[in-house]
């Protein structure tokens, strides 16, 4: 098994800045990927970006694209999403997940573990 547990979530203002981690125990693969979704109320969970573990590329859905950024420390086995000029819109509890395999894929559903999420609020 494979434990996630995310951390760095938050109250920001519009236009501010959080940076969210998720560090990884367990059960290891030798090649893996790691995504980050949002769930906001009344809506699905969606992506937000992925990476690969092993060379580190990345993917990001469209609305964050300039805004946030993926990236990894192997050595830590921690994952972090650095999110800049928050947007009211980007309010919602941030899930990170983890997949066997090299795909950078978009769809909740071709990940099988997950942490237990973190609130980012941006309001004024």
């Known amino acids: 098994q494979v434990q996630l547990v995310e951390s760095g979530g938050g109250l920001v203002q519009p236009g501010g800045s959080l940076r969210l981690s998720c560090t990884a125990s367990?059960?290891?693969?030798?090649?893996?990927?790691m995504g980050w979704f949002r769930q906001a109320p009344g809506k699905e969970r969606e992506f937000v970006a992925a990476?690969?573990?092993?060379?580190?590329?990345?993917m990001y859905a469209d609305s964050v694209t300039g805004r946030f950024t993926i990236s990894r420390d192997n050595a830590k086995n921690t994952m972090y999403l650095q999110m800049n000029n928050l947007e009211p819109e980007d309010t919602a509890v941030y899930y990170c997940?983890?997949?066997?395999?090299?795909?950078?894929?978009?769809?909740?559903?071709?990940?099988?573990?997950w942490g237990q999420g973190t609130q980012v609020t941006v309001s004024s």
């Open positions: 990476i690969r573990w092993s060379g580190g590329s990345t």
């Open positions: 367990g059960r290891t693969f030798s090649s893996a990927t």
């Open positions: 997940a983890a997949r066997a395999g090299t795909s950078l894929l978009v769809y909740p559903v071709s990940y099988a573990y």
